[in-house]
């Protein structure tokens, strides 16, 4: 092999090392993105894909920092370098592969405690003092703005008591108040199944691009190790 051809090899490793950090950039994007799209807290209490979004950041973030060390290993040729990236990356790599199945499966559970915790909520919601857990209130009066929605299955729910938030249109503080007819539970479930099913197939897709670039890299730079051609 010439010394042009060892060149290119070496670049291409260094390469495939770049394409490994920018998908750890987007795992950290994924995490972000999870925590935004779960924001609710107040809500849905037993919902916790946020732990899973937490995972996501650190593991992303970490990955950045060791395909960094995987980079600079490649263009320095230091095997030391290059060996702690391979290995600590392989292992971030079967973290991200175990939240994203989570997130897959998380994705087919939300039936069994989606409806208990918006009930809950809502019930809080109507039974609450003025002042008294605004927290709840608010983040019930945001999913009825944002989904276009009224109570957990209608707006029958309220019993007459209909929150402004629930108003289709402005003037809201006129009587009587035009509302949204339909409940949220339907519509607030769908957007989460979606999301957090995306979510888990960008991460899969995700660790399968990273798994492919170490399967080219790693017998690559175990070529030039054995054949003495550089990375020593």
Request: aromatic residues 16%; glycine residues 8%.
């Given at each position: ?80 370098m290059l060996i702690s990236f391979y290995i600590t990356l392989f292992l971030l790599m ?52 944002i989904f276009k929605c009224c109570g957990v299955y209608g707006i029958g729910d309220w ?30 479930r769908a957007w989460f199944k979606m999301n957090f099913l995306s979510l888990g197939a ?31």
């Amino acid at each position: 092999m010439n010394r042009s051809c060892v060149s290119c090899l070496k670049t291409l490793v260094t390469f495939l090392h770049f394409i490994c950090w920018l998908c750890g950039a987007f795992v950290q994007a994924f995490g972000v993105f999870g925590m935004f799209k779960s924001k609710f807290g107040a809500v849905i209490t037993t919902w916790w894909p946020n732990y899973a979004s937490n995972t996501l950041i650190v593991v992303g973030a970490l990955a950045c920092c060791v395909c960094y060390l995987g980079i600079l290993g490649g263009m320095q040729e230091n095997y030391c370098m290059l060996i702690s990236f391979y290995i600590t990356l392989f292992l971030l790599m079967l973290v991200e592969l175990a939240m994203s199945c989570i997130f897959l499966v998380v994705e087919r559970e939300i039936d069994r405690y989606f409806e208990t915790d918006m009930v809950r909520a809502f019930n809080t919601y109507k039974q609450s003092s003025y002042g008294g857990n605004q927290t709840v209130k608010d983040d019930f009066d945001a999913i009825q703005s944002i989904f276009k929605c009224c109570g957990v299955y209608g707006i029958g729910d309220w019993e007459g008591n209909v929150p402004i938030s629930c108003c289709v249109e402005d003037p809201c503080n006129i009587f009587p108040q035009i509302s949204w007819q339909g409940g949220c539970y339907t519509k607030l479930r769908a957007w989460f199944k979606m999301n957090f099913l995306s979510l888990g197939a960008g991460v899969v897709s995700l660790f399968i691009l990273q798994f492919l670039c170490l399967s080219i890299s790693v017998p690559i730079f175990w070529n030039f190790k054995v054949t003495g051609r550089g990375y020593k």
